[in-house]
């Protein structure tokens, strides 16, 4: 499985846009890009996917390098309630691990 | 929300007895998942099954066995409980392995092995 890299943790503001970045170096040309999220000590709550193309949904946007080595998941407008650790992971069959995400955390 | 329980949601047992954890959903999907969670690990897959009696190891499956005698049920069992196995456990389902499918999570267990 492609491993990926995400930095430990990032700061927004509130209404701002928050860009958390990815690295997925070493993806295969059918392995997938999905972000999820865990809010406190909930079960991780999906965001969103993609393969080659930009996606987006009512939640976020996720942008991918046109060499897929690397991908930015957009929350166009913060809020406190985006709080969160945020995963990047990639698959292409079930054994997929979740790395340690970014935390990001959203400042009033 | 996706109608997923996981029972109990919170265990202290002792080191060297039997645990069993279970995950039930509503959705009928076809796959299901058991996941730990650690400080500084993320989340590691323990084992998945991918039908009525078929399953398959995840990533650290050692300790652990796993059954799925319903669609509905995925039981994880900890044979002879160790404080490492002191966690959190989430049970996850998905309708395909396919492209483009999403896991839903249920709440989580915590385990505390003493």
């Known amino acids: 499985d492609a491993k990926t890299t995400q930095p430990p943790s990032m700061d927004c503001a509130e209404g701002r846009a928050a860009n958390l970045p990815c690295n997925h170096s070493t993806i295969s040309g059918n392995e997938y890009v999905y972000w999820y999220r865990q809010i406190h000590s909930q079960g991780p709550q999906y965001i969103i996917h993609g393969l080659k193309n930009n996606e987006t949904n009512e939640m976020a946007s996720l942008i991918i390098t046109e060499d897929r080595k690397s991908s930015t998941l957009i929350l166009p407008h913060a809020t406190l309630r985006d709080t969160a650790v945020y995963y990047c992971i990639v698959r292409v069959i079930q054994k997929v691990t979740f790395g340690t995400g970014t935390k990001l955390q959203v400042i009033p | 929300d996706a109608g997923i329980t996981q029972s109990p949601r919170h265990k202290v047992t002792e080191t060297g007895t039997p645990v069993t954890l279970r995950c039930h959903q509503t959705?009928?999907?076809?796959?299901m998942y058991w996941y730990r969670q650690d400080p500084g690990h993320g989340l590691r897959l323990i084992h998945y099954?991918?039908?009525?009696?078929?399953?398959d190891k995840g990533e650290v499956s050692d300790g652990y066995s796993v059954s799925r005698s319903k669609t509905e049920d995925f039981l994880l069992t900890l044979e002879s409980a160790t404080s490492s196995q002191t966690s959190v456990y989430f049970c996850a389902i998905s309708e395909s392995a396919g492209e483009g499918y999403e896991q839903f999570f249920g709440p989580g267990t915590r385990l505390t092995v003493l």
């Open positions: 099954s991918y039908g009525v009696k078929d399953t």
């Open positions: 959705e009928n999907h076809r796959y």
